[in-house]
Structures are given as structure tokens and as C-alpha cells.
């Protein structure tokens, strides 16, 4: 019998990877990369607004490149072999459409304008909105944000969605429906846009658009049209139901296979977020705490619904039925700023030297520089008079969101240099996932191991450590540095039939791991004061912004 295979495809925030899989014994066969050309250049973000914006176009070039350059090199039988392609994305990242599900950016008179197109997950500009809507959330019958930690966040859809509305009348009058990422990019590939008729993700939907089934879907028209008018009528123009990353979205077009050079039975899995596909390309477990270490933090955990089901979680990112796995409940949780954190102090150093010693010598440094600053950094002493910050550079995701907080440093003196300051950003997104276990913890819900994906995962053994001595519990980072395509190739050999479970096909085509950090034990003693004096220093800040 032929080898099948199928194609992963990880929207990231700055690019786009592809990964080729042999679907019986997860092989890599053909991996790509392709970099976002107009987000590269800082076109339609303001970061000192929070705005963070991708044109569509982007992720139509990026994606047709980086499928063609990784089926460049791929044997003709193995491409005739390809049976299911599955994309996961960042978010919440929706956009508005008009009645055919063209972004409106696509349509002429939007092309540049910012607010037609992509809303980024790390895009804050909703922040007043989110409040409104925990406002009149908590106050009426239904609470629409229970399952959602009681807490939504202005990097969600509504919240995003109404932003826009209010700010942009051209927009206002041309949107029709609204669309998150990883639907709309699947649904391209399978020549079916129509936001009424696209499948869309239980994962996004219920983790970000307070879809569940108590509520028969999406909030209610009367709570939407209480929150604001603007809203009126949108509910039956966006969807009822969702299906998880498991089933097929339909199949690739005529057109879409063509240009690939593939058969046009090949399945097109229904979309979700990077982070969930991540933890199954991680090998997610039930009560494993799977960290996506990116840009920012997801963190994944999967339960059987029947164990903590009845458990409403505060201050996290959702508990979802099947949004991970079918048949257990996905919780996620993260923070706004990981790797982002250690790329503004970079830039702190780095900007300077651009600016008077030209961009060969700041691009020799950056490249350099937090190497450098890890291996000086790991042989500082850690004592309990240490100085401390916040994670907070990029507001809160978790526990309890607020985008309104900022990073606060304390304890610095005269002696503080670079290395210094950088060991306490790294400190500071450690305590801030301590903070994140906790609160699982302490809401019931217990972590058997912790295992870690993601380019700061796989490329930072300093942070490593000192997450693990933070956390006091060993870490196992993932073999494979493509986690979230693998997760999304996998999510496509079962959608196309090809193993008839997620387990099943983790199991057949999971990567394994590579590495894993103890703590240490001289340094969690003193990690656990320097903790206190975080939570104490996060208190004051917050209380005083």
C-alpha cells in the first residue's frame, strides 16, 4: 500500500512554515519558511497605539510560496500521495468580509486601509471595549464569560470586532460577516468563502468568540445589541456551529490544486490556533501543561470533561470541549510578552548603535547579543535581595486579563548592567507562568508534567533552567522545532481518514523529545522568596496605574 502524506501548515506572527509528513511514521520529508513581506516592513502597526494589523495578501503570497517551495524537492509519487493539508494561525485574528468572504482590504477602496484588515492577536487598541463587554457581562442572567475565566480580554473577537465598527464608518457600512484566520485561509483553499456557509473552528470560536453550546452558539442578538446597536443583527450573519480540527472543511479547489500540482481529493482540515495544534504536535496528554514559546505564551492543558468538566476556571483563556482533542475539555491560558520581552531589550541596546554605527554593526549585535547576555547572565548569582520585575511588558493575558497593566522593574542600583537587567526579564516571564500554574492548580486542576515547543524552547537553555527552577518542576522541550505544523499534520491525516484518532496519529507520527530541565534545587528555595516579591511588586503596580 502507498505511503500517505500530508502538509502542516503554521501561520506564525511574522511567517509562515510548511511541513511535509509521512503520515506512518511522522518523517519530515520537506520543510519551508516564508517570511510576511508587507508586516517585515512595519506597514499598517502603530506599536505605540497597541495596533497590530496583517494585510490578507500577505497570507495568500505566503502561503502559496511556502507550499510550492516545500513541494519543490518532493518526489512526484509522494506529491500524487498527499491526502490532507490542515493550517492553524495566530489569535484571535479576524477580519471583516463583505458577503462573498473577501477581506475588505482585498476590495480597492480598503487596500491600505488598516481596519479592513487582519486584527492581530497581540492588538490592544480594544481595550475599552473588552471592558464593556465584562461590564455588562457579569451583570446580566447569562454570563457569557464564564467559561472563558470570567474575564474577556481586548485580544478577542467581540471586542476587536466592535472596536472597528465604532471607529471606522466605511468599514461599518461594507462589512457583513466577520472571520478568524485559520477559517478564512482554510476555507480559501477549499473555494468556499461564504462566511454563512464556511465550517467554523470549535477552538476559536469557543476560546475567543464566547461561543458554547448552553448558549446554542455565539451571546445572544439582545445582549450584543445592549452592548451596543452596532452589533444588531450581526449574530445571524456569523455562525451556529463549530466543528472540530479533526473533521474536514471540504476539499482543495480545482484552482488551489493546480497551482500545487496536487490531486483535488486532497482533504482540507477545518483550522485552528497555533498554540492547540501545537500541544497535539507535542503529544499533548491529559493533565499535561504543554507551553508554546513564542513571540508570547500559550499554554495548553487537556482533561476528560467527566473529571473537571464541572469546573468553571477563573482568570484563563477558555476551557472548550474538543478544541484540543475531541472528547476532553481544552483549557488555555498564556502570556502577552515572552520572546516579545527579551526583543524589546534587545532593541533597548541595539537601536542606539543602529543609529550612529549604521545597520551592519546593529545587526552584528543583535544577532549576538542575547547569546551573549544568556551565557553571562547564567553564571550571576541568585540571591534573595535580587531585583525584580513584571512580565507585563504587553499587558496581561493570564491569570485574569488586563492590557492596561505595564512592566514595573525594582531593586536596580548602580551595579546593574546589561546582563543583570536581562536576567531579570528572564525571572519575570518565569514568575509570570508560575503565576499562570498556580492558578490551575489552585482552581483544581492538576499538572502532571510540563513540556515546552517554540523557538525560545528549543534555542534558549538559560531560560529553560530558570523556568524550570521557577516552576520547581522539570520541563521536556519537543524534538521537533516545527511543533504546531506537526500538530496540524497530524490534525490532517486523521480528517482525511488516514488514522482514526488524534491519539492515534500522535502516537504514529509524534517527534518524541530531546531535552529536559531539572530544577535545581539551591535555587528554587530562593526563587520562591524572589516569587513573593514579584507578586508583591504586581500587586503595587496594579493598583497604582
Known amino acids: 500500500m502507498s505511503q500517505k502524506f500530508t502538509l502542516g501548515i503554521d501561520f506564525g506572527t511574522d511567517s509562515v512554515r510548511a511541513l511535509l509528513v509521512n503520515t506512518s511514521n511522522g518523517q519530515c520529508v520537506s520543510t519551508a519558511v516564508e ?6 516592513t512595519g506597514k499598517y502597526c502603530d506599536p505605540s497605539i497597541a495596533q497590530f494589523r496583517q494585510h490578507p495578501l500577505d497570507y495568500l503570497e505566503a502561503v502559496e510560496s511556502v507550499i510550492k517551495d516545500t513541494l519543490t524537492n518532493a518526489l512526484e509519487d509522494t506529491k500524487q500521495n498527499i491526502v490532507g493539508i490542515s493550517i492553524d ?8 468580509v463583505d458577503e462573498n468572504g473577501t477581506p475588505l482590504a482585498m476590495l480597492p477602496e480598503f487596500s491600505d486601509n488598516p481596519n479592513g484588515m487582519f486584527i492581530l492577536w497581540k492588538d490592544h487598541t480594544a481595550n475599552a471595549e473588552a471592558e464593556e463587554i465584562n461590564h455588562l457581562a457579569h451583570r446580566w442572567d447569562t454570563d457569557y464569560t464564564k467559561y472563558v475565566g470570567g474575564i474577556y480580554s481586548s485580544e478577542w473577537f467581540w471586542a476587536k470586532i466592535l472596536h472597528t465598527l465604532r471607529t471606522d464608518a466605511s468599514i461599518r457600512e461594507k462589512a457583513f460577516s466577520w472571520v478568524e484566520h485559520c477559517d478564512w485561509i482554510s476555507a480559501v483553499l477549499t473555494g468556499n468563502t461564504n462566511p454563512l ?6 477552538c476559536a470560536a469557543g476560546h475567543k468568540a464566547m461561543w458554547h453550546e448552553e448558549f446554542e452558539g455565539l451571546p445572544w442578538e439582545e445582549f450584543l445589541y445592549k452592548l451596543d446597536p452596532l452589533l444588531s443583527g450581526l449574530r445571524e450573519r456569523l455562525f451556529r456551529n463549530t466543528y472540530t480540527s479533526d473533521e474536514p472543511m471540504g476539499q482543495i479547489s480545482a484552482e488551489w490544486a493546480e497551482k500545487f500540482g496536487l490531486s483535488t481529493n486532497v482533504v482540507i482540515g477545518v483550522g485552528a490556533f497555533d498554540c492547540h495544534m501545537g500541544a497535539v504536535g507535542a503529544e499533548i496528554e491529559p493533565y499535561d501543561f ?10 495548553m492543558l487537556i482533561a476528560p470533561n467527566e473529571e473537571i468538566g464541572h469546573l468553571l ?9 474538543g478544541s484540543i482533542i475531541p472528547g476532553m475539555l481544552g483549557m488555555e491560558a498564556g502570556q502577552s510578552a515572552y520572546g516579545d520581552y527579551y526583543a524589546w531589550f534587545q532593541r533597548i541596546i541595539t537601536e542606539p548603535v543602529r543609529e550612529l554605527l549604521g545597520e551592519k554593526a546593529a545587526d552584528e549585535l543583535a544577532q549576538k547579543l542575547i547569546p551573549h547576555l544568556s551565557e553571562k547572565a547564567s553564571l550571576l548569582p541568585i540571591a534573595e535581595n535580587d531585583p525584580v520585575a513584571t512580565d507585563w511588558i504587553n499587558g496581561r493575558r493570564t491569570p485574569d486579563a488586563n492590557h492596561l497593566l505595564k512592566a514595573a522593574f525594582v531593586g536596580m542600583n548602580l551595579g546593574t548592567d546589561a546582563a543583570k537587567l536581562f536576567k531579570m526579564v528572564v525571572e519575570a516571564t518565569a514568575y509570570g507562568s508560575k503565576a499562570i500554574v498556580d492558578r490551575f492548580i489552585e482552581e483544581g486542576v492538576p499538572i502532571k508534567q510540563v513540556i515546552a515547543i517554540g523557538g525560545v524552547a528549543k534555542k534558549s537553555p538559560f531560560v529553560m533552567q530558570t523556568l524550570a527552577n521557577v516552576l520547581n518542576m522539570p520541563i521536556k522541550v519537543a524534538s521537533s522545532d516545527q511543533a504546531c505544523a506537526l ?3 497530524m490534525n490532517a491525516a486523521v480528517a482525511a481518514g488516514v488514522h482514526a484518532s488524534l491519539f492515534e496519529a500522535q502516537k504514529a507520527m509524534g517527534s518524541g523529545f530531546d531535552a529536559r530541565y531539572e530544577p535545581r534545587p539551591e535555587c528554587v528555595e530562593v526563587y520562591q522568596k524572589l516569587y513573593k516579591k514579584y507578586q508583591r511588586l504586581g500587586k503595587f503596580t496594579e493598583n497604582n496605574a
Open 35 to 40: 517570511y510576511y513581506k508587507r508586516w517585515a
Open 313 to 321: 476556571i477563573k482568570g484563563i483563556c477558555g476551557q472548550v470541549d
Open 197 to 202: 456557509t464556511m465550517k467554523r473552528s470549535r
Open 89 to 96: 494561525t495566530t489569535g484571535s485574528t479576524p477580519v471583516a
Open 487 to 489: 500538530g496540524a499534520a
Open 290 to 299: 504543554v507551553r508554546v514559546m513564542g513571540t508570547s505564551t500559550c499554554d
